[in-house]
């Protein structure tokens, strides 16, 4: 089956600086592809949808410029979180279609759990 | 923006016990999928429901979709400690769209 994967898995940094998280589609290209927040014991938030090729479209309430999401190839996209705050500690998630499935489900990365310090 | 209500959000039962949880909307979906999510982890695909009235098992599980394709439920016999989880319902509004997700169920099975 489709397969994402999402590095790093876990990551601690200082406040203020920048955090890169990258998102794969391994086995098949995804011309799209969506980040997610999720808080504990809570359903995942939309944050943004990653088209290749063209600028993401960031959710309502959502900072483009905290949080740069580049998809530069069918099968990578990148979420950094910009000057980072504790605030913005958190489980993100990313997710992408495979268009060959007969399903409609969606594949998500095993996550990135964030803790700014 | 369509809205999925999903309850219950907390579920503690005994091993043994059955349980429905249950996802509604007032918008049409073209699909609705049902995932589980275990801590740490990203959702799992369970199953994905289309067609109004369809009903879909997976072992202990059924799925079962609305005849007017809004809302769904999840009936789980026997539960187990494995099947412990957050249980997250999505619906598309279609292929290859976002989802929407719903508020979650937290299902604790106790041994």
């Known amino acids: 089956g489709a397969v994402v994967s999402q590095h790093p898995s876990r990551v601690i940094c200082k406040s203020g600086t920048s955090v890169k998280i990258e998102c794969r589609s391994l086995d098949f290209q995804a011309t799209t592809m969506f980040w997610y927040r999720q808080f504990p014991k809570q359903s995942l938030m939309l944050m943004a949808t990653s088209n290749e090729g063209s600028k993401a479209t960031y959710e309502q309430g959502v900072e483009k410029d905290k949080f740069l999401i580049n998809h530069a190839s069918l099968t990578l996209s990148t979420l950094t979180v910009t000057s980072a705050h504790p605030e913005d500690s958190s489980f993100y998630i990313c997710?992408?279609?495979?268009?060959?499935?007969?399903?409609?489900?969606?594949?998500f990365g095993s996550g990135t759990r964030l803790t700014v310090v | 923006t369509q809205l999925l209500k999903q309850s219950p959000q907390f579920l503690s039962i005994q091993e043994g016990e059955n349980l429905t949880v249950y996802c509604n909307s007032s918008s049409v979906f073209s699909s609705l999928q049902w995932y589980r999510q275990e801590p740490g982890e990203g959702p799992v695909l369970l199953v994905t429901?289309?067609?109004?009235?369809e009903v879909k098992k997976l072992k202990r599980l059924t799925f079962q979709f609305g005849d007017a394709r809004k809302d769904s439920s999840l009936h789980i016999t026997a539960a187990q400690p494995g099947d412990t989880g957050l249980y997250l319902c999505?619906?598309?509004?279609?292929?290859?769209?976002?989802?929407?997700f719903g508020e979650g169920t937290q299902l604790t099975v106790n041994p």
């Open positions: 997710s992408a279609r495979d268009g060959r499935a007969l399903d409609y489900g969606y594949t």
């Open positions: 429901v289309v067609t109004g009235g």
């Open positions: 999505a619906g598309g509004e279609t292929s290859g769209s976002r989802l929407t």
